[in-house]
Every structure is written in structure tokens, then in C-alpha cells.
């Protein structure tokens, strides 16, 4: 189970649209307690979904104010995080790539079809840096490994969230924050503790899986390749509308769908009384008739149903697996600010993630059919090799 956690540096491969390789999937994996500590930054991790984000660079991170909801301007919560480098394909300042996501815990700044909820960064790192050894992180069985925080004398860490904390407990002047709703969040702990940590000018050791009620549950990251059987879409065409499989047939309509049928007729006759309006039974039908089939939807389905834990797909340069044609994907993705190459696709998170961080109350919380990240294609150097934003595209089932 810890093999892919425990390679020297991340597995996924440079894939380019023309090949027949296949796509990669991600699953969420429980680890024990005592084991989450493989998914801190002194290891490399493969990927993360949860707890506090494993920052590559841990000197350079993003400002509190890049990592706002668009929609609430309130800090965003740590989503995951994906190692994806291209091997020998991408540059060498990227010899380290991981991709963060993060999202906005607030279900009403999730809307229909509208990423504003959602932020995506990229951060790369050479081979040779200030934080982690040229050969990689050694089998945490052995040794100890340094730590990159230590190594960086980065910012403090907010004890929420995890990301840069440019403010301060004023009593103690130890414990440090993002922002003031996260100091509020803390409190009810800190109050204990924050006399002592005055007098001391530190703070004990966080326990190995500090849960606080604003970071999701953490979960490892395992990738395999996904296996799709010969001829799954046969027979996947809109000529199959009308077959007997589908029961679309109009003499075997269901008795209330066509008593909702006539219903809507008669509305219609009434509504136009008195227009010249010519309408046949013929008419009805087809105006009546079901939408046309969800052809993309229907792809969608079946191919999460080969592996219905799937959290992440990843093809890099490869194209979205769209999730419904009801609504549009964008057509023109703004190039990368930073170096104008244009962006494409690498990524995509499923639904359910939704269900493995326990907010698929639908309706009521964060949602998504599916969450689109498109990067800078040409992996370009980031200042201080710091975090740069994507762009993230999301569809929604409606
Ligand atoms: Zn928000
Ligand atoms: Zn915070
Ligand atoms: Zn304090
Ligand atoms: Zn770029």
C-alpha cells in the first residue's frame, strides 16, 4: 500500500495527447494515525486529500489573500494535492511539481457551473534546492529526515488551516494565524494552553493528526492506470434512442409521464386559445418528447462505474472526460500569466472526493460533477519558485 507513497519521486508519467497511454486514476487511501506523518512535506508525498497542505516549497507560500474565496472572500480550506512532474519532459526547475487545490468550505459560494470557489497552484522545484535531498526523501523507517520547514525558516504556519500565518495570538504572541476566523476557531483550545506558551515562548508539539472542525479528513493518494475493457461505449449513439433498451418507445410510456404529457398538451391548447396556432398530436411529441440524451454523461457514468472510487483522473495534455454535455466546458482557457505559453488540460477531481471528505449532502454542501484544472503547458519558472495560480473549470450536475 506504500509503495507508490514510498518512491523516491512521483510516479506519473509525461503523457502526451497522441499516445495511447491511459489515463491515471487516484484513490483516496486511509492511513493509520501513526502513519500520517508520511504525508508531510519531509517525504514528498504522491498526493493528499485533506488535513493541512503539504507544502513543496515551505519558504515561498501563497499570501493569505491569494488563497480567498472569490465568491466570500474568507480564507479557502485545503483541498488536495497531486505530485505530478514530467520526468525528464518538463524542465529542470521542475524536476518537483505538485499541483494544490483548495476550495472554500461554504456551500453557498458553491454555484452552479462557476469554479470562483476553487483555486488551483502550482509549484515546482530543481532537483537540487534549499529543502530536500538530491537523491529524495529516504524510507522513513530509517533515519531522519530534515525538516523543510526547519531548512526554510519560512513563515509560521496558521494551527487551522496550514497555510502562511502573518498574524499572531497577541496574548501569547506563539500561537500564529492566517486570519482572525481562524484565531476564533482556535480558541476554545488555545485559551488553555496560551499562559503557558507566553511563559515558555512555545507550544508543545501538535499531536500527529491535529482535527480541527475547519480542515477536511486526510486521506494518502494511490495512482494506478485505468484498464477500460474493449467496446464499453458500443452501441453509445443517439440512433439508440429509440430501441427497445430504453423503454422510450411512446406505447410504453409510463401512465403518469403521459398524463403529464397530456396535461402540458391541454395547457398548451388553452394558453393559445384563440391564436392561430395549427398543432397536431405529432406536434406534442415532439415538442413534449424527452431532451436528447446526455451522450457525455452517459461516457461519464460508465467509466466511473470501472472504478467508482475514483477521486482524480489525470491525463496531462490529454482532453477532460466532460461529465455532462448540458452545460459547456470553456473553450478558450487564458494563457499563463506568467509566461503566456497557453494552458492545458491535466486534471480533474471526481465526485467522489465529495463522499470521501463527508460533504455529498446534496444540495446543502460543496458540489461539483466534476472540477477541471488546466496548467501552464509549459511548466514555466514560477518567481522564488514559489505558487502559481491555474486555472480550474467545473461542472455541475443539474
Ligand atoms: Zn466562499
Ligand atoms: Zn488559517
Ligand atoms: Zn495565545
Ligand atoms: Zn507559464
Known amino acids: 500500500m506504500f509503495q507508490s507513497l514510498l ?177 476564533v476557531i482556535d480558541w476554545p483550545t488555545h485559551k488553555l494552553e496560551c499562559a503557558k506558551a507566553a511563559e515558555n515562548g512555545s507550544i508543545e508539539e501538535e499531536p500527529k493528526n491535529p482535527l480541527n472542525p475547519f480542515v477536511f479528513k486526510e486521506f494518502g493518494i494511490e495512482i494506478d492506470q485505468e484498464y477500460m475493457p474493449g467496446g464499453l461505449f458500443d452501441g453509445m449513439s443517439d440512433d439508440e434512442d429509440d430501441n427497445e433498451e430504453d423503454g422510450a418507445d411512446v406505447d410504453d410510456e409510463p401512465e403518469e409521464e403521459k398524463a403529464a404529457r397530456l396535461k402540458e398538451f391541454e395547457k398548451f391548447v388553452k394558453e393559445n386559445k384563440g391564436k392561430n396556432v395549427d398543432m397536431t398530436k405529432d406536434d406534442l411529441d415532439a415538442a413534449t418528447a424527452e431532451q436528447p440524451k446526455d451522450l457525455d454523461f452517459e461516457k461519464f457514468n460508465k467509466l466511473v462505474h470501472l472504478h467508482p472510487d475514483q477521486i482524480v483522473r489525470y491525463k496531462r495534455f490529454g482532453l477532460p472526460l466532460r461529465a455532462t454535455g448540458q452545460s459547456e466546458l470553456p473553450e478558450e482557457i487564458e494563457p499563463c500569466e506568467l509566461c503566456g505559453a ?57
Open 342 to 398: 497557453p494552458r492545458r488540460f491535466e486534471m480533474q477531481l471526481m465526485p467522489h472526493l465529495l463522499t470521501l471528505i463527508d460533504v455529498d449532502c446534496i444540495g446543502q454542501s460543496i458540489d461539483w460533477a466534476s472540477v477541471y484544472v488546466y496548467t501552464c503547458s509549459a511548466s514555466c519558472r514560477i518567481p522564488d519558485d514559489g505558487y502559481a495560480k491555474e486555472f480550474v473549470a467545473k461542472q455541475d450536475f443539474v
Open 7 to 183: 518512491n523516491q519521486f512521483c510516479v506519473i508519467s509525461f503523457i502526451n495527447e497522441f499516445s495511447e497511454e491511459p489515463v491515471h486514476l487516484g484513490f483516496g487511501v486511509r492511513l493509520l494515525t501513526d502513519d500520517l506523518y508520511r504525508l508531510r512535506s519531509h517525504y514528498l508525498p504522491l498526493g493528499k486529500v485533506g488535513g493541512k497542505p503539504a507544502w513543496l516549497n515551505p519558504k515561498h507560500l501563497p499570501k493569505s489573500a491569494d488563497l480567498l474565496c472569490s465568491v466570500c472572500e474568507k480564507p479557502m480550506c485545503f483541498l488536495m494535492q497531486v505530485c505530478a512532474n514530467g520526468g525528464e519532459s518538463d524542465p529542470p526547475h521542475a524536476f518537483h511539481r505538485t499541483l494544490f487545490l483548495f476550495v472554500c468550505r461554504n456551500p453557498e459560494c458553491s454555484r452552479q457551473n462557476d469554479a470562483s470557489n476553487l483555486k488551483a497552484f502550482r509549484c515546482q522545484l530543481p532537483r537540487t534546492n534549499d529543502f530536500y535531498s538530491f537523491d529524495g526523501p529516504a524510507d522513513p523507517e530509517f533515519g531522519d529526515i530534515p525538516d523543510p520547514y526547519a531548512l526554510a525558516d519560512g513563515p509560521g504556519l496558521c494551527r487551522i488551516c496550514g497555510c502562511a500565518a502573518a498574524k499572531k495570538c497577541a496574548k501569547c504572541t506563539v500561537a500564529r494565524y492566517c486570519s482572525q476566523a481562524h484565531q
